[in-house]
């Protein structure tokens, strides 16, 4: 369990992410809100607590790999990581900018820390089974980790390497689901059904984990369980809220691909600014 100081820096930090999130979507004029703002919590679990890595060092051999198989919320990804160190905040304006290193999707050549490139739906989880049964035949000890979203569970290619990880036991490999029931062109129990989701990952040999994706106690210890299980590759099901943090934009498929104007960023700014206050005082 986390101390109360420890929680409330997790969640003043992950504050402070969502605000730059919200900055850098009104500076570009386009992306993905919804999903960046739901996934916050579980990046910044990762970065500041969970991961094996060194910021100033993002080649080093012995680093935990973090793949993100749902490109488009890049935005949450890139926020942690300038918190984190890997560069400056300030850096964080170009976002989709003509020759920033910060592309509309992860681009991995274009920035230290990033695994893989990531942009058409359902890839990422394959990327991350090489990447497992790499380790595994070379002996290493470094875990990987895959952020998935539910929506891209509509892609075959996914079930594919779920089958594959089922195989070759990788039980070096974590996949975070983010279970926030939306996708572009609605709910995604209306466009595609994906439940019962955890017996299907069950039924391909998976331990299945659920959590409340906005508790840094479940999301840790949820990551800290999944160690333990030998022979198996684990899924946790992330339940989140997209949009989480700006009330206009929660639970609304509709902010999925949206940024958002002017006006909309001062509000959700203020929120996130009064929700910031509220998190101190809670601890105090």
Known sequence: MLTAQEARKLEEKANIIRQDIIKMLLEAGSGHSAGSLGMTDIFTA?????????????????????????????????????????????????????????????????????ETTSGPLGSGLSQACG?????????????????????????????????????????????????????????????MP?????????????????????????????CNQAKAIENKSVCIIAHTIPGKGVDFMEKKFEWHGKPPDKDEAKKALAELRTLQGKIRSEHE
Not at 203 to 216: K, M, P, R
């Open 46 to 114: 990762l970065y500041f607590n969970i991961l094996n890595h060194d910021p100033k060092n993002p080649e080093w051999a012995e680093r935990d790999r973090l793949i993100l198989s749902n490109g488009h919320i890049c935005p949450a990804l890139y926020a942690t990581m300038a918190h984190a160190g890997y560069f400056p905040v300030a850096e964080l304006k170009t976002l989709r900018e003509l020759g920033t290193r910060l592309q509309g999707h992860p681009h991995r050549t274009a920035l230290p820390g990033l």
């Open 131 to 191: 990447m497992a049964l790499a380790a595994k035949m070379d002996q290493k000890a470094w875990w990987v980790y895959c952020l998935t979203s539910d929506g891209e569970h509509d892609a075959g290619n996914t079930w594919e390497a779920i089958m594959l990880a089922g195989k070759y036991e990788l039980s070096n490999l974590t996949v975070i689901v983010d279970r926030n029931n939306i996708q572009i062109d609605g709910f995604t129990e209306d466009v």
């Open 194 to 222: 994906l439940e019962p989701l955890r017996q299907k990952y069950e039924s391909f040999g998976w331990y299945v984990l659920e959590i409340d994706g906005h508790n840094f106690n479940d999301i840790i210890d949820a």
